[in-house]
């Protein structure tokens, strides 16, 4: 019965755990999505120093959790999103607008879909 009971907490343990990591990740995502937006809007309107300063912050942000993300998810994954800054910070330096919107888009919905991949739904884990 004793053991029952250590597998059963265990299991709420790794629950509880999963479900703060999904919820962090999601907030993380979601605080990058708004700041590439914002850069987006800021290059759209010609300001293209902002735009970059905007793009700066959430890869810095995203390098901040370099440890942490690459502990919790997939390399591949980690390692596009981490190209996907790289190429968006070059496009904004040479402020080639239709390329930038593209890799910015791509880049967004790359943050996105790894903020709902690691939820805890029901679709996830089937």
Request: charged letters at 20%.
């Amino acid at each position: 019965m004793r053991r029952g009971w250590l597998a059963l907490g265990l299991l709420i343990a790794l629950v509880g755990l999963a479900g703060w990591h999904g919820a962090a990740l999601h907030g993380l995502t979601g605080e990058l999505t708004g700041l590439l937006t914002q850069a987006e809007a800021r290059a759209e309107a010609g300001d293209w120093t902002e735009a970059a300063g905007l793009t700066r912050q959430a890869s810095e942000r995203w390098e901040g959790k370099h440890f942490y993300l690459h502990a919790t998810l997939e390399h591949d994954v980690t390692d596009q999103i981490a190209c996907g800054f790289a190429e968006t910070l070059e496009l904004l330096q040479c402020q080639e607008a239709g390329e930038y919107s593209a890799a910015n888009a791509r880049l967004v919905k790359q943050l996105e879909l790894l903020g709902d991949m690691e939820r805890p739904l029901l679709e996830n884990l089937l």
